[in-house]
C-alpha cells in the first residue's frame, strides 16, 4: 500500500518535522509531505553512512538540513551541510549526498514552467 502525502493539496496543516521524521537502522526513510501538480517535497531521514549515489533531476531542487550533517557532491565538488543549510539545485546538476551523521533534509522538487506557444509566457505580446 502507496503512504499518502502527509499533507493533502487542499488542506491547510501545521506539521513538526521533527515528529514526522523516520530513521531506520542502515538505511534512508522518505516521507511525501506534499505532492502537486507543481511541486513535490519529501522528507527523509539518513542513516550514519547511507548515501544517494550520483543523479541528476529535471526539476528544481530545494534542500533544507534540519538535523545532523551530510556531504553533498555538487557537480565534482563537495560540501559539507548542516543544521540550517539551505541548497537550490538547478535541473540537471549531477549530484550526490552522503550522511556523516545520522540527518534529516526536507526535499523540495519543483517542476519547470513551460513556456506558452504563443509567446514568452509572460503575459506580454
Same mark, same amino acid.
Given at each position: 500500500? /502507496?503512504?499518502?502525502?502527509?499533507? #493533502?493539496? &487542499?488542506?491547510? /496543516?501545521?506539521?513538526?518535522?521533527?515528529?514526522?521524521? =523516520?530513521? #531506520?537502522?542502515?538505511?534512508?526513510?522518505?516521507?511525501?509531505? *506534499?505532492?502537486?501538480?507543481? $511541486?513535490? @517535497?519529501?522528507?527523509?531521514?539518513?542513516?550514519?553512512?547511507? &548515501?544517494? $549515489?550520483?543523479? @541528476?533531476?529535471?526539476?528544481?531542487? *530545494?534542500?533544507?538540513? *534540519?538535523?545532523?550533517?551530510?556531504?553533498?557532491?555538487?557537480?565534482?565538488?563537495?560540501?559539507?551541510? =548542516?543544521?540550517? #543549510?539551505?541548497?537550490?539545485?538547478?535541473?540537471?546538476?549531477?549530484?550526490?549526498?552522503?550522511? /556523516?551523521?545520522?540527518?534529516?533534509?526536507?526535499?523540495?522538487?519543483? /517542476?519547470?514552467?513551460?513556456?506558452?506557444?504563443?509567446?514568452?509566457?509572460?503575459?506580454?505580446?
Amino acid at each position: 500500500m /502507496k503512504e499518502l502525502p502527509l499533507i #493533502a493539496p &487542499e488542506e491547510t /496543516k501545521v506539521l513538526d518535522l521533527t515528529d514526522e521524521t =523516520k530513521f #531506520a537502522d542502515n538505511g534512508i526513510v522518505s516521507r511525501t509531505v *506534499l505532492n502537486t501538480p507543481h $511541486s513535490r @517535497t519529501i522528507l527523509f531521514g539518513f542513516a550514519e553512512g547511507q &548515501e544517494l $549515489s550520483e543523479h @541528476t533531476s529535471t526539476q528544481h531542487a *530545494l534542500i533544507h538540513i *534540519l538535523s545532523g550533517e551530510c556531504e553533498f557532491n555538487l557537480d565534482g565538488k563537495v560540501h559539507t551541510l =548542516k543544521v540550517g #543549510a539551505f541548497l537550490h539545485m538547478p535541473p540537471n546538476l549531477r549530484h550526490a549526498v552522503q550522511a /556523516k551523521q545520522p540527518f534529516s533534509m526536507l526535499l523540495t522538487l519543483i /517542476k519547470p514552467a513551460h513556456k506558452s506557444e504563443s509567446g514568452s509566457g509572460d503575459g506580454h505580446c
